[in-house]
């Protein structure tokens, strides 16, 4: 598998890596990325216990790299707000899948900006700051994700963690012009995370190359016992993509709310995948759409209230609330619980829908974002633009899938493109592989004669 | 497996099994039985059908059978009431589960009365009167599959089906003393079956023998795609039993709610299942029973509502509404979501718990039922009764879990004595082979030495 044998693009020695991204911290003058940022001095001295670790002989694979986490997730001597500072705690001990990490040798230097409880994919909703786009500030930097995001487009960090479960570790991705895994459900420990929807969110990395995102996200995986959604990566699962992948893709006319010109760069997209022997052939995008917005629209929501509801409605929450957040979370209270039986049964519908659409593909391919608002609209309209930023991202984890955000170019608009290749559960390697196709700098792709048998095909 | 090669015990035509099922069906005199009944010209028309394709030289593995079906599942020629006159439909089809059947062979007599909308443990919540016992006619005969038990105790049908949500092709099993199967849910499809709670309804079958049982719940199983929760056999899944199975069995005193001298006769089942060579190992219920008590008193029941709530509290279901059906029902309608989705949370925290007793057991044995309550008893304290009932039945669906009752002598006062081999979803064959081993007329099993290796684990 790649991700262990994946480059990091590592520092000669931690030490430096930290010098250079505190450096670089100043430089890019961005503390709306921040909640909680390691004071240099004690960043290095972890720096200088991972370079003593290597020297000991110790074979630590994430040496030399240094990480943000979204401050959703616990990390051992940071509190954890979820972007409130009502809401803080100091938790005892990472999350699995932080503690992996530091295993592994990369050093965290902070904890990010996030919409509030994982609400949100705009990155404004938060009492610690508007995330501003890394490279377009009067827009949005996307969400929920926000300062994990930015912090690896600016190039502070290698790699940095978010949480997904509308589309909160892709979005971010789209604009920042990177790589954005958010593997399957359950893979990685959620244990230490704090819940938007319990059943549906995962743990997603960020990075600037795909190699090094395959091998956090790699990592980071596996059963952990305290996670009462962890599951194993089964015994059929595929363990990589077939020679000619075949790759669904929508009919531009399907592409509902694309900004002018967005639907060009997609076409480019599409075009480039063909290029690299990729099979692509259409599919319908409209179970995948339909079931999307029922995770705003629908009871699925009843899920934030039962995890943060009670805070929520609090009196003393009001003072930092985001007035969006508390709106979607608090008008979730009075859900009746047949709605979410009835919904449930309406998304098992689209999924065997959306399965039958599937057949015989190996991915399909899907515009992360179709625009890139400014903060000013989404000031304006924010949960409407909200809502449309999730179009292609919503249905994910609803139909238990597999994903990864890739950078495709710019539009002419000026804008970063990226799109997103998903498949069924535990396709994690499937989608990495066609995504290493797809990116530039790889391997040059040879088209194989269609007779060419799938050795894998995605169950 | 055995499942193909059983005995049906079938006779030697169908038309013959036909009239001998009616004489019988005059002889028992149990009108509550069956909410539709074919006319007996019909049946045996039905039967020549059966007879000339075996005399064709069709190889029916069912030919010379004939059953019965709970009135919650569609026969194509009859109506599905589900227990209420008022909601009567005429089904276009039968159910996948009930035409594999007919095409196997087997003859069907008619529709069997139920609890209302298999809302139920007891068999006397029906406006198609209260289902008597087979054997102690004061006595309940257990539900929601009352008819269906009942006309299977009494030798009228060779098997029946049923459908359990709670323990309702279960409980009835347990009273009539014949076996009855649960097959892990998604097996057998639920298309054409009246949902209880769609996500965890299953069709079941009830069989005076184990052979019989284990063959038709084969012949039902398998993938149907317009079964939206339809699973299909894992590959690792276990073909049956090790040659030493490993029985997890409840110290006697954390058996709650049994009746006197329901104990002593648990504790002879448990003797007599380790005299076949099982080993028997304690674990701890707790965790099982907290997990069942959910599934009335927390917010699943909100599956129900939304199934048929909106016939239930409408004006013209009034009239022929079991009271203790509409309280349920009706109160179903006011749980909120976020209760749903924090239940969900508690079941998965008990499941994990569930998980670490059953480590290194190849199943559990349980009582099926602690009592046999007099129908006076229900009329005093419908709800209570009921509740009580589904102590040790009610955790199986909810823990997705395979179960199989069968009949374990009697008790000192008289009453059929029931246990049931319970195990983690696709073990089906794991716990048949076991209840084989511990039924009267089973081979007789050799006791292994400890440190024969079992072949088969249960993952």
Not at 235 to 245: D, E, F, I, M, T
């Given at each position: 598998m790649n991700v262990t044998t994946a480059t990091t693009g590592a520092a000669e020695s931690a030490e430096d890596r930290v010098r250079a991204a505190y450096a670089r911290i100043g430089e890019v003058d961005r503390p709306e990325v921040w909640i909680s940022l390691l004071d240099e001095e004690e960043a290095l001295a972890a720096a200088r216990r991972v370079d003593e670790r290597t020297a000991s002989g110790a074979d630590l694979p994430l040496a030399g790299t240094v990480f943000a986490v979204k401050d959703n997730i616990?990390?051992?001597?940071?509190?954890?707000?979820?972007?409130?500072?009502?809401?803080?705690?100091?938790?005892?001990?990472?999350?699995?899948?932080?503690?992996?990490?530091l295993d592994a040798g990369a050093v965290v230097l902070g904890k990010t900006n996030l919409d509030q409880f994982a609400t949100g994919l705009v990155g404004t909703r938060s009492p610690y700051?508007?995330?501003?786009?890394?490279?377009?500030?009067?827009?949005?930097?996307?969400?929920?994700?926000?300062?994990?995001?930015?912090?690896v487009a600016l190039g502070v960090v290698d790699?940095?963690?978010?949480?997904?479960?509308?589309?909160?570790?892709?979005?971010?991705?789209?604009?920042?012009?990177?790589?954005?895994?958010?593997?399957t459900v359950g893979l990685v420990p959620t244990t230490g995370v704090v819940p938007a929807c319990r059943t549906l969110d995962?743990?997603?990395?960020?990075?600037?190359?795909?190699?090094?995102?395959?091998?956090?996200?790699?990592?980071?995986?596996?059963?952990?016992?305290?996670?009462?959604r962890s599951r194993p990566w089964p015994?059929?699962?595929?363990?990589?993509?077939?020679?000619?992948?075949r790759v669904g893709v929508p009919d531009p006319a399907e592409l509902v709310g694309m900004a002018p010109g967005w639907v060009t760069a997609f076409e480019a997209a599409v075009k480039r995948l063909a290029d690299t022997g990729v099979e692509t052939v259409p599919f319908h995008v409209k179970p995948f759409l339909e079931a999307g917005r029922l995770l705003y629209e629908g009871a699925f929501v009843a899920e934030r209230y039962a995890a943060v509801g009670a805070f929520v409605t609090s009196p003393e929450a009001a003072e930092d609330l985001d007035p969006s957040v508390a709106a979607i979370i608090g008008n979730a209270r009075g859900l009746p619980?047949?709605?979410?039986?009835?919904?449930?049964?309406?998304?098992?519908?689209?999924?065997?829908?959306?399965?039958?659409?599937?057949?015989?593909?190996?991915?399909?391919?899907?515009?992360?974002?179709?625009?890139?608002?400014?903060?000013?609209e989404v000031e304006r309209d924010p949960i409407g633009v909200n809502t449309r930023l999730g179009t292609y991202t919503n249905f994910?984890?609803?139909?238990?899938?597999?994903?990864?955000?890739?950078?495709?170019?710019?539009?002419?608009?000026?804008?970063?493109?990226?799109?997103?290749?998903?498949?069924?559960?535990?396709?994690?390697h499937v989608i990495a592989d066609i995504a290493e196709r797809f990116l530039p700098g790889a391997p040059g792709a040879v088209a194989l004669p269609p007779s060419v048998v799938p050795l894998v095909v995605v169950g």
């Open positions: 616990d990390v051992a001597g940071f509190t954890t707000t979820a972007g409130h500072p009502g809401y803080a705690y100091g938790p005892k001990e990472s999350a699995p899948a932080v503690a992996r990490l700051g508007k995330v501003r786009d890394a490279h377009r500030p009067d827009r949005v930097s996307g969400g929920s994700s926000a300062g994990s995001g930015v912090a790699f940095a963690l978010g949480t997904d479960t509308a589309g909160s570790g892709r979005v971010p991705a789209a604009f920042g012009g990177i790589v954005g895994i958010k593997p995962c743990v997603t990395v960020f990075a600037a190359e795909l190699g090094l995102a395959r091998l956090v996200a790699g990592l980071m995986s596996g059963v952990d016992d305290s996670d009462l015994v059929q699962a595929p363990l990589g993509a077939p020679p000619r992948p619980a047949h709605q979410l039986a009835s919904d449930t049964e309406r998304l098992d519908r689209l999924r065997a829908e959306a399965r039958e659409e599937m057949t015989g593909l190996d991915a399909v391919l899907l515009p992360t974002v179709g625009e890139h608002p400014t903060i000013t994910c984890n609803l139909f238990d899938m597999a994903a990864i955000a890739v950078p495709a170019g710019e539009t002419a608009d000026g804008a970063k493109f990226g799109v997103t290749l998903a498949a069924p559960a535990f396709s994690d």
